[in-house]
Each structure stands twice: as C-alpha cells, then as structure tokens.
C-alpha cells in the first residue's frame, strides 16, 4: 500500500500478552512501544495510538523510526 510520492507504508509486528487486568501489547520491531487494554481489540487500538506518539517523539527528538521488519519462527525444542 502506497500514497503518491511516499514509499511503502511499514507493517510492525505485535504481541500480545493476556494479564490479569486483560492484555499487554508490544511492538517486536519496537520494544519501547508497549500498552495494555481490557479486550484485545481495545489493546490493540491503544497500540496503534502508543505507535503514533512515538513516532512523534521520535521526529521531534530526529530519531531513526525502526522499519518494521521483524521475522518470527517458532522452533521446537525436546524437553
């Protein structure tokens, strides 16, 4: 997905926790990016609004935004 004169629009991967108070949400890619919500749609809602303000602070502060390329692979283990 793309808009005239930018480049692609980048895809973060989330993780979601359940919590007792409900969920904790994570952003792989960006650590820092973390919220919690009673549902996770409500969670997952709170995410994209902690992605929005730290990408605020981070052209503010002329940081380099992360790209969004994280890869999962789930490897078994004998236990």
């Known amino acids: 997905m793309t808009k005239k004169g930018q480049g692609m629009i980048p895809m973060y991967?989330?993780?979601y926790t359940r919590i007792d108070?409900?969920?904790m949400g994570q952003l792989v890619d960006w650590p820092e990016v973390i919220t919690e919500?009673?549902?996770i749609e409500e969670c997952r809602?709170?995410?994209r609004?902690?992605?929005r303000e730290m990408i605020l602070a981070y052209r503010q502060?002329?940081?380099e935004i992360p790209s969004g390329a994280a890869?999962?692979?789930q490897i078994p283990v004998e236990m």
Do not use: C, H, I, P
């Open 13 to 15: 991967t989330a993780k």
């Open 21 to 23: 108070s409900g969920y």
């Open 37 to 39: 919500g009673r549902t």
């Open 45 to 47: 809602e709170m995410l």
């Open 49 to 51: 609004d902690a992605m």
């Open 61 to 63: 502060q002329e940081r």
């Open 71 to 73: 890869l999962f692979e």
